[in-house]
């Protein structure tokens, strides 16, 4: 059984910083993207930033390029998403995912977390 768990998510003031947690299991994801997206109340499900699970490049929504950051640590089976300098705007709720291949498009993602809540304060 595949589970990805998220974890990290808070309350913050703007300018904040927090550092989100996915923990994966279940399977090999040697080929999988792992993908960071969010949900602000209201909006759709929108792409924040993916990187490879052998390596690679990683891949960032306009909205947070310069301020996030997602790093992967295989031994752990974790994926990380660092975001520095919280805007109001990030509020949302945070899930990792996971997809054969690459690419942003929320549903060609196979595999979900259950999400975790971030709140930016202004």
């Known amino acids: 059984q595949v589970q990805l768990v998220e974890s990290g998510g808070g309350l913050v003031q703007a300018g904040a910083s927090l550092r989100l947690s996915c923990v994966v299991s279940g399977r090999t994801f040697s080929g999988y993207s792992m993908g960071w997206f969010r949900r602000a109340p209201g909006k759709e499900r929108e792409f924040v930033a993916r990187i490879h699970w052998s390596g690679g490049s990683a891949y960032y929504a306009d909205s947070v390029k310069g301020r996030f950051t997602i790093s992967r640590d295989n031994a752990k089976n974790t994926v990380y998403l660092q975001m520095n300098n919280l805007k109001p705007e990030d509020t949302a709720v945070y899930y990792c995912?996971?997809?054969?291949?690459?690419?942003?498009?929320?549903?060609?993602?196979?595999?979900w977390g259950q999400g975790t809540q971030v709140t930016v304060s202004s």
């Open positions: 995912a996971a997809r054969y291949g690459a690419g942003d498009k929320p549903q060609n993602y196979d595999y």
